[in-house]
């Protein structure tokens, strides 16, 4: 894909994967994954931490609306926020190593008409990874302003916050269209035959 066209669907410009993409979800729709013979151990551990991902972005969302309803003052906020965060963030490096180096080349194989969309994918994965490095600097900048100004201090909050939304908002767009691309694969050529078991 050229990077251009990359750039087109990159996470901070496209709603969903491109049709051309979605085929083979059209004929494994979500709502049939559940009760699919093929839905084997491997991708149900895979699914199994899309959704703890989901769970953290839920409660470290839940702590940045406590931060700006002031039910929370920022070193509150960071004491909670910043260990799950990165809880979060070194799972998250984990997973897109192995979805990299491992998985994305066996689905991209099996099915290569698809192969743009693991481009995109992988796109994706920077693009999450420059959003965490956003928020970083701002929870840095939070945290040096211990003792000054109240006013400052709550821009830097409001920051912070801002940057978690952009991650987050990303983060589940990612998990939603990763699955897309990848449950159908699976239930249509089976674990045992891409080699995943
Ligand atoms: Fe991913
Ligand atoms: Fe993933």
Not at 2 to 17: C, K, P, V
Not at 49 to 62: A, K, Q, T
């Amino acid at each position: 894909m050229q990077s251009t066209e990359a750039n087109r669907f990159s996470l901070n410009y496209r709603n969903g994967l491109p049709q051309d993409l979605l085929q083979l979800c059209a004929k494994y729709p979500r709502e049939s994954w559940d009760k699919h013979p093929n839905l084997g151990e491997r991708v149900q551990f895979w699914l199994s931490r899309h959704d703890m991902f989901r769970e953290m972005i839920v409660m470290l969302e839940d702590c940045c609306q406590k931060l700006s309803n002031n039910l929370i003052d920022a070193e509150e906020f960071s004491q909670w926020f910043i260990p799950r965060l990165s809880f979060l963030l070194n799972h998250l490096d984990l997973h897109h190593k192995v979805e990299e180096f491992h998985l994305f080349p066996i689905f991209a194989a099996a099915e290569t008409k698809l192969i743009d969309g693991f481009s995109i994918l992988e796109t994706d994965h920077q693009s999450i990874h420059l959003f965490a490095d956003n928020l970083k600097t701002e929870l840095q900048a939070l945290f040096e302003l211990k003792n000054k100004p109240r006013d400052e201090v709550k821009r830097a909050g409001e920051n912070s916050t801002m940057k978690f939304a952009t991650l987050s908002k990303g983060l589940v767009s990612h998990l939603n269209d990763e699955e897309d691309l990848i449950v159908p694969i699976v239930l249509y050529h089976s674990e045992e035959s891409l080699g995943l078991i």
